[in-house]
Structure formats: C-alpha cells, structure tokens
C-alpha cells in the first residue's frame, strides 16, 4: 500500500499551504505534480533542497514528479520577495546551467521505474515560438492586473518599483502550469510558501481558461512546503562563505558534511525530517539516542551522513570524515594517504597555507630549518623558539610527533607536494612546488 502523500508532509512539518480537494485527488488516483526550478546558477543550493525531497516523497508515494527546469522564465528571474530586480542571464548561460540542474536531479529522481517515472522538461520549449501579440491573446486576457497586482509577492516590489518583466513572471509561470496541465496531464504544482501566489496563478488560468465550470475549477490544485529557517528564525542555507550549493566544485564534499555537522541541536529535529528519508520511527530513535548523550551529536552525524551520501556518495562522505578526523579527530598519515589534490586543498581551505620551491625545502638540514625558515615565521618566528617548541613535543608532520630539532628532513611528502604542520591544535600546510 503506497504512503499518504499529505500526511507524509504533514508529520515531517514540511505542509504549508494546501488548496482544498488536493488530498482527495492524490488518493484517487496516480497524480502528477510539477516544481519549477530557475537556471539562475549552473548548481542548484541547499534552499532548493526541500522542494527537490517534495518531488522525491511524492513518486515515494506512487505518483509522477515533473521537475520544470525554467529556461524562458529563467531570463526574466522571478520577482518574488526580492528587493530589486536580478539581472539578466545569456542563453549561452542559462543553457550551461541547465544542463548541471538536469544532472543533479538525475540523483533524486527516478526517471525509468514505470507509469511514475520522473520527468525533466523545458519551459523554453514552449515559450521559444510565441510572439509577444499571441501570447497576450493566449494567456494575457485571463487575468486582470488587479488580480496580478493582489498578490503579496508583487505589493512588496511596488513599494519600490517593479518593471513590467518582472511584473509579467506570474503570467509565464501561471501559463506553464496550464501548458503541463493540457500536455502532460499535470494536475498540481508545488512549491515553496513563498510562491504560493505564483502557483494559484496557474491555477486560475486553467479555470478561466478551461471555461470556469465548478467541476474544472478543483482539477488544478496548488501545494507549498515552508522555508526552511533556523530555530532562531534566521535564513538556513548559507555558510560564512555563501550558499552551500549541491555541485561539489562549488561547496566540496567535505564542506558540504561539515554544514550539517555543525548544526545546531535545536535545528536538527526538522532538518531530520526535511532532508532525510528516514522514517518517523527512525528519527524519534535518533532523537532520543541523542539526548541521552548530546555531546556525542548523534543527530547531526546522522543527518550530515544521510545527506551527503544522496548528494554526493558513499565515497564522498567517507572523505569528508577522514577529513574530519585529520582536522578535529586522531586523524593519522594513513588517514591522509590515497586523498586527492581537491580533497586535501578542500579540507585545508582556512588552515593557514605556505607555498614554496622544491629548490628552498631541498637545502633545510634539518626540522628546525623547515618549520623556522620556509612558513616565514608563521608558525614559529625564530630558529630558536622553533628548537624549544619541538623539544616540548609541540610539533607533528603529517600528524606524527617531532621530539628531535635535528630531525632531518626525510618526510614523505602527500601526493608528493604536501606536508602538514601541526603545531599544537592547531594546522599548517606547506605546499612544495
């Protein structure tokens, strides 16, 4: 028997708004429902994290998700809460950035598993051969600027002015809705709460378009998760370094499970039950694991796990704890071995970083030489602070003990070219060249 769709989102919080009889049709019958997704960057974030697991608990839950990747509306950018206007994208862009939003929820979705298969499509596909005048005559003539104007998405920008692009987003948005409906028998879109007015656009045009008729009118329906915020109210999403995107050129792996690592306790219970898949029992286990020993930080490991592997891999994450253990943990030189270039660089961004010449780490006689003379007194100023500090046992490379000044300088170097400093707790890499 297939899972309730409504009452999956209900347990897990992630039900905002939901228009009457929506509950009623998915129970009928296998429904398919869309989400729209702006080409706006060539990687998809953490924000759009929630809606993309809406998609995957509704084919969980036996129906067809439609993920619309926007590449008309993607160069209009939607106006939505914004505080001024986005600029404009080429179609050299929006193509390229298509293409890495396509792949990536390829990773969510299963797009050949029968009569409720995934799909991707285009809304440039559609709006690529409409002139200006038939789209006006096709869509334009539905809604009255007044209704265009009521919704709070808009009011907002009117304050301080918005352009008629922008103003027209909800008319090409309400308009896909109608297309996938006619087309692709879609009979709702979802999203998040704050495209509420977008989405109830769409289906007004279909009820005007379809002739209004009482029994038309609930065959489009509407459905939005809430943004998702921290428990101090604040934006969830970003790092100190900006957004944490899915793409791992853009956000590493290692990165990535750090940002769900480091959450706080009072924002894992509802990051559990958006972003992962467990089931119900399964979080309150976690949760109640967690409490027994809090500084154990069961749930934030579980959560950090259960995401990076689905967005990245099992590998990726069985880096991104290595990388833990060598930073914060009892990581070994074993722990650093058989790691890449980007996994080492990725691991290290923030750890103060020291280039040098082959040439100038060949003529150090010994430790002392290295660490005294190549960091340029970043890590010890002075031959003679550096001898005191390794004879301390205050020194390790490659995350082994140093105790001799006149330890030479033999060390194998990590992937050739790297050779990490400890100095206490704290991390030095020198990077030969």
């Given amino acids: 028997m297939q899972k309730n769709f409504i009452e999956e989102l209900r347990w897990r919080g992630m039900l905002h708004d939901v228009m009457p009889g929506t509950e009623e049709q998915l129970n009928k019958e296998i429904t398919a429902a869309y989400i729209g997704f702006d080409p706006t960057a060539s990687s998809l974030h953490i924000g759009n994290l929630a809606t993309i697991m809406l998609l995957k608990h509704f084919q969980l839950c036996g129906h067809k998700p439609i993920a619309l990747v926007g590449g ?17 994208l080429s179609e050299e862009t929006l193509r390229f950035n298509q293409e890495g939003i396509r792949k990536q929820l390829s990773k969510f979705l299963d797009f050949d598993c029968g009569e ?10 559609w709006f690529k051969d409409f002139s200006f005048l038939g789209f006006l005559r096709e869509a334009g003539k539905y809604l ?22 922008e103003f ?29 007015g977008n989405i109830t656009t769409g289906t007004e045009i279909i009820r005007r378009k379809e002739g209004g008729s009482e029994e038309l009118t609930h065959q489009a329906f509407a459905l939005t998760t809430p943004l998702v915020t921290k ?17 791992a050129s853009m956000t590493s792996p290692y990165q990535f499970y750090q940002f769900w690592l480091n959450a706080a306790d009072a924002d894992c219970h509802r990051l559990l039950r958006v972003f992962t898949l467990f089931t119900k029992d399964e979080i309150e286990a976690i949760e109640k694991e967690h409490a027994e020993a809090p500084h154990l930080r069961i749930m934030q490991k579980a959560l950090a796990k259960d995401v990076t592997c689905r967005v990245h891999s099992e590998d990726a994450y069985e880096v991104a704890v290595k990388a833990s253990e060598i930073l914060y943990g ?56 550096a001898r005191r500090a390794i004879q301390g046992n205050a020194l390790s490379i490659n995350k082994t003990k140093i105790a001799d000044p006149n330890h030479i300088v033999d060390f194998i170097l990590l992937n050739e070219k790297y050779l990490l400093l400890g100095k206490g707790k704290k991390n030095h890499l020198l990077i030969i060249e």
């Fill in 72 to 88: 008309a509306t993607g160069m209009i950018g939607d106006p939505s809460f914004k505080a001024a206007e986005r600029s404009f």
């Fill in 116 to 125: 409720n298969s995934a799909e991707l499509v285009n809304n440039y596909d």
């Fill in 144 to 165: 009255s600027v007044n209704y265009m104007m009521s919704k709070d998405s808009v009011k907002k920008r009117l304050e301080t002015g918005i352009s008629f692009t």
């Fill in 168 to 196: 027209s987003y909800q008319l090409l948005q309400g308009y896909d809705f109608y297309w996938l409906y006619k087309n692709k028998n879609v009979r709702l879109q979802m999203g998040g709460s704050d495209q509420w």
């Fill in 231 to 247: 428990a101090d109210g604040t934006k969830f999403g970003k790092s100190e370094s900006g957004n944490v995107w899915l793409d």
């Fill in 330 to 385: 009892k990581g070994t030189f074993d722990t650093l071995q058989g790691m890449s270039d980007s996994d080492i660089l990725s691991v290290f961004d923030g750890v103060p970083q020291t280039t040098i010449s082959r040439e100038v780490y060949n003529t150090c006689v010994n430790i002392t030489d290295l660490v005294s003379v190549t960091t340029n007194g970043e890590v010890y100023p002075s031959k003679g602070e």
